[in-house]
């Protein structure tokens, strides 16, 4: 579905935008322990 494909795209793109925050990236590991 064209919906979901578009949540994850806009989740990597937040994480990869929030990156240097720390808080944020703790709890982007907890929810999307893949990415590095």
Known sequence: ?????L???LGV???KRY????GL???R?????DSD
């Open 1 to 5: 579905s064209l919906l979901l494909i």
């Open 25 to 27: 990236q703790k709890v």
């Open 13 to 15: 793109f937040l994480g």
């Open 29 to 33: 590991q907890r929810i999307w322990p």
């Open 7 to 9: 949540f994850i795209a």
């Open 19 to 22: 990156d240097r925050h720390e």
